[in-house]
């Protein structure tokens, strides 16, 4: 069994409360690899913890002296690194589907489903990361938390047509990436995942393609994400 890799995950006040959706790409990314983790909770203020990375963002990936950040070039790295293990990005056609992906849910559905979670994952975080967090979040947005509350229907609804496409899709195969998941599949799941992880209100319906495919990558790589 190979030595457990370190993974800083961003999280609440509670430890268990991991809910970046780049994070959870690469707990997904780790187990399609079969790599064992040791999982290391960090939070906005601790930014010292990953110093090492030269930056201060999570996820981290620490592979003995080696310092890896941002999910993209953490697959590419373990992709490179473990090439006897299955693949998360394959082959280059692969590869450049899953870059277009990986954009489309950075400038397209990560914004548009912050304005409607955004509130609450203010409301799972730790005191000292709450000023930090609305501050900074506001100025992305231009809009304060209160005003995202008031907002959250009209918010859902934009969210929804921005995913619509995603639906259509997975109403026609069980994946992304086909027949069993791959990071194409991680990637966006990891959008679901945070507001599943900090909301209890659902964005979807439960028969919609997008719930039924969250519930069989929930259900993958022994239940991991369940």
Same mark, same amino acid.
Not at 90 to 117: K, M, Y
Not at 129 to 140: G, P, Q, S
């Given at each position: ?11 609440? +006040? ?7 959706? @780049?994070?959870? %790409?690469? &707990?997904? !990314?780790?187990?399609?690899?079969? $790599? ?86 203010? +409301? ?7 000023? @930090?967090?609305? %501050?900074? &979040?506001? !100025?992305?947005?231009?809009?304060? $938390? ?81």
């Amino acid at each position: 069994m190979p030595t457990p890799l370190r993974l800083y995950e961003l999280t609440g +006040a509670d430890d268990n409360c991991r809910f970046s959706p @780049y994070c959870w %790409r690469i &707990r997904l !990314a780790l187990a399609h690899k079969g $790599l064992p983790v040791e999982t290391i909770a960090w939070r906005f203020h601790e930014k010292e913890a990953i110093a090492a990375s030269g930056q201060g963002k999570v996820p981290v990936l620490v592979n003995g002296d080696q310092w890896v950040s941002d999910s993209w070039a953490i697959a590419e790295y373990l992709d490179r690194q473990y090439p006897e293990r299955p693949s998360l990005l394959g082959d280059a056609s692969l590869t450049a589907v899953t870059r277009f992906v990986n954009q489309w849910v950075a400038e397209s559905v990560h914004p548009a489903l912050a304005r409607v979670i955004l509130p609450d994952v203010h +409301a799972v975080l730790d005191e000292a990361d709450k000023d @930090y967090f609305k %501050r900074t &979040r506001e !100025a992305a947005f231009g809009v304060s $938390l209160d005003e995202l509350t008031a907002q959250r229907e009209a918010s859902l609804q934009a969210f929804l047509q921005v995913v619509k496409p995603l639906s259509s899709t997975l109403s026609q195969q069980p994946y992304l990436a086909g027949d069993a998941p791959a990071y194409v599949d991680h990637i966006v799941f990891g959008a679901f995942q945070w507001a599943h992880v900090v909301s209890a209100q659902p964005l979807l319906a439960q028969d919609d393609p997008i719930t039924l495919w969250c519930e069989r990558v929930r259900q993958a790589y022994e239940e991991l994400a369940a």
